[in-house]
């Protein structure tokens, strides 16, 4: 299932771009669906290009009341892993969760376009669940979409917030 999300920005792309890329872990407080972001590794080529791997924890609230005490902490739990590409002003991400295992395919990219007035975030990616991939796994048919628009709908909102905690932060930086 495909999702878009975009926000604009009064700041340089420039600005924006590095503050997504290199203070996310001091960003991830202002995301209540988050309790942390943490840098497990980085990488620098010869081309500018940055790698990096980071682990999000998940806050219950993230979740449906009524699902809250089904799901484990250790659930909510992933990996996320980025290339930012600052010759195109592009980041490709994916990413994992051990929860779900082999049944999530979670990847991205988003863009950065300058504007007249700063900065637009595009955020594109797709959320596609296959649990024919874990025999174990038995669901009614029918459900895999149910499960798609879920998730995506669990996504789409936390990426929204994503956009909006960068520009606060920066904000609360230019005061």
Same mark, same amino acid.
């Given at each position: *299932?495909? !999702?878009?999300?975009?926000?604009?920005?009064?700041?340089?792309?420039?600005?924006?771009?590095?503050?997504?890329?290199?203070?996310?872990?001091?960003?991830?407080?202002? /995301?209540?669906?988050?309790?942390?972001?943490? /840098?497990?590794?980085?990488?620098?080529?010869?081309?500018?290009?940055?790698?990096?791997?980071?682990?999000?924890?998940? +806050?219950?609230?993230?979740?449906?009341?009524?699902?809250?005490?089904?799901?484990?902490?250790? *659930?909510?739990?992933?990996?996320?892993?980025?290339?930012?590409?600052?010759?195109?002003?592009?980041?490709?991400?994916?990413?994992?969760?051990?929860? /779900?295992?082999? *049944?999530?395919?979670?990847?991205?990219?988003?863009?950065? +376009?300058?504007?007249?007035?700063?900065?637009?975030?595009?955020?594109?990616?797709?959320?596609? !669940?296959?649990?024919?991939?874990?025999?174990?796994?038995? /669901?009614?048919?029918?459900? &895999?979409? &149910? &499960?798609?628009?879920?998730?995506?709908?669990?996504?789409?909102? *936390?990426?929204?917030?994503?956009?909006?905690?960068?520009?606060? +932060?920066?904000?609360?930086?230019?005061?």
């Amino acid at each position: *299932m495909d !999702f878009q999300v975009s926000d604009d920005a009064p700041f340089s792309r420039d600005l924006v771009f590095r503050t997504h890329r290199d203070e996310f872990e001091r960003i991830a407080p202002r /995301l209540s669906e988050v309790e942390r972001v943490v /840098l497990k590794s980085q990488s620098t080529a010869a081309d500018g290009t940055i790698e990096q791997k980071h682990e999000w924890f998940g +806050h219950p609230s993230a979740l449906p009341f009524f699902i809250r005490p089904l799901v484990p902490p250790e *659930m909510l739990r992933w990996f996320g892993h980025t290339r930012w590409n600052p010759r195109d002003w592009e980041c490709r991400w994916s990413v994992e969760v051990p929860a /779900l295992g082999p *049944m999530a395919d979670i990847q991205g990219f988003q863009r950065y +376009h300058e504007t007249p007035t700063g900065c637009r975030i595009e955020l594109t990616g797709t959320f596609d !669940f296959h649990p024919d991939r874990v025999p174990q796994v038995r /669901l009614p048919p029918g459900s &895999v979409p &149910v &499960v798609e628009r879920f998730v995506v709908s669990l996504i789409v909102p *936390m990426m929204q917030k994503s956009a909006a905690a960068v520009i606060d +932060h920066l904000k609360s930086e230019t005061r």
